[in-house]
């Protein structure tokens, strides 16, 4: 037969098994193997993720809502992200207020009101509000 379509596939399968102890599910391309594979070695290098994300990630599993399963606070270094009218939209948590495209803002819903043009609640726009995460 023909040629393997993707020459770095079995360098790929052979290092998901030495890291993962398995193969990977079938069908996964090679860049998503080589994307986790990278976050599995940056989660060896520096901890993975925090105790709390792993809690709130094992209750979304199990079907809890994204707003009930987080914390209800905040905390400086969150990001924050929203999909907009096809262009993507990162806000970072940071004393004081919120940070979007360099700029510092004090509320969730001036960032909001900025990005669609309209009033918002802005935990609601992205997501934080049980509300929000019911309409999803």
Known sequence: MGRDPNPKRPAALAQWEAVFGSPPPPYLSVPFM????????QCKASGGLSAGTKRALKRIAKGETVATS???SLRPGAQLVREWNGRTYQVHVIDGGFEMDG????????????????????PRFFGLTARAAGRS
């Open 34 to 41: 080589q994307k986790a594979l990278a976050y599995e070695a």
């Open 70 to 72: 987080s914390s209800s």
């Open 103 to 122: 700029k510092a803002w004090k509320s969730l819903s001036g960032i909001a009101k900025h990005i669609t043009g309209t009033d918002w609640s802005g």
